[in-house]
């Protein structure tokens, strides 16, 4: 066997190369595989206005753009969107829907959905229109995950007895398609105050970073 000055060997030499070359694409397809999904940057500002119905048509929309339009790797978001929409009120009582989403310029990393319906006494018909929250959900959810909202949450959502009090912050994730979905559910005892918070992210990946 040939040695090198020093007496090592060629073929041991040449053996420590292969290894660090393969140590070096081992970490670049590492890096690879841990890039995850998100949502599409033409689609995530509007997936609102797929939902039946007149009630949500104008909540969502405008342009996936920088916060800071002079500094492109600042959050993007979805500029002139419409973020609220009051979907009952009265003299006594208000029930709103809120919508945004952030991200990177290739795509949203998370879409929140916020329920609150807030009244001096008890608020008119409520459990309908949190249903009809729960279905936009369901819509958002087979725009962006490709399936449909998960039956526990939704059974979840509908049941007022299992959620928890106001300022006590409890988040459930639920796996949906490629992502999952975030709810934290309160309602005060007399039932005058009800919120719901639903965050939708595209990949798993994401719970590490919750």
Known sequence: MKLLRGGKPILIVLFAAVLVGCGINHTANNEQ?????????????????????????????????????????????????????????????????????????DGGSMITLDYRATGT??????????????????VVSRHSLKTALPDLARRKLSNLKSYSKPGVYSAENFDAGAGFISL??????????????????????FKLEQ
Do not use: M
């Open 33 to 105: 595989a841990v890039a995850k999904q998100l949502f599409p940057a033409d689609e995530v500002c509007t997936y609102p206005v797929n939902a039946p119905g007149k009630v949500f048509s104008n909540l969502g929309g405008g342009n996936w753009a920088p916060s800071d339009p002079q500094d492109l790797k600042s959050a993007f978001g979805c500029d002139g969107l419409n973020p609220l929409v009051q979907i009952f009120g009265d003299d006594r009582s208000s029930i709103e829907v809120e919508y945004s989403a952030t991200g990177v310029k």
């Open 121 to 138: 006494g008890p608020i008119p018909n409520e459990s309908t229109f949190r249903n009809a929250f729960a279905n936009l959900l369901d």
């Open 184 to 205: 934290s559910r309160t309602a005060s005892p007399d039932g005058h105050s009800v919120a719901v918070k639903a965050k939708f992210y595209p990949d798993r990946g």
